[in-house]
């Protein structure tokens, strides 16, 4: 099992970054896939999550408007586009996958690092 976030970077406030998690090693199309992030001296706190079919997102009310989650399940593919970066989305963006809803995600990947400077 293998989930693989990629695509972070160094921007100035108000650019864009767009992050991907490949997965490899298990069912993708049946899993639920996370983004999270944890900043320096933080804890980790959920950014958004989209559902097996892609019917269904949710994002954190800090990320609503400027972030966008969507999957390409023939490509395993997980994107986070993030729009309008704050110096406070600075963080390593980590993926995650959930087979069963409500319970603890079931596997996590290596994160990647996003750096907005002011």
């Known amino acids: 099992v293998q989930l693989q976030a990629s695509g972070g970077g160094s921007v100035q406030a108000g650019g864009s970054l767009r992050l991907s998690c490949v997965a490899s090693?298990?069912?993708?199309?049946?899993?639920?896939i996370g983004w999270f992030r944890q900043a320096p001296g933080k804890e980790r706190e959920g950014v958004s999550c989209?559902?097996?079919?892609?019917?269904?997102?949710h994002y954190a009310d800090s990320m609503k408007g400027r972030f966008t989650i969507s999957r390409d399940n023939a490509k395993t593919t997980v994107y986070l586009q993030m729009n309008s970066l704050k110096p406070e989305d600075t963080a390593v963006y980590s993926c995650?996958?959930?087979?069963?809803?409500?319970?603890?995600?079931?596997?996590w990947g290596q994160g990647t690092l996003v750096t907005v400077s002011s």
């Open positions: 995650a996958a959930q087979l069963r809803v409500g319970r603890s995600y079931d596997y």
């Open positions: 090693g298990f069912p993708f199309r049946n899993y639920a």
């Open positions: 989209i559902s097996p079919s892609d019917g269904d997102t």
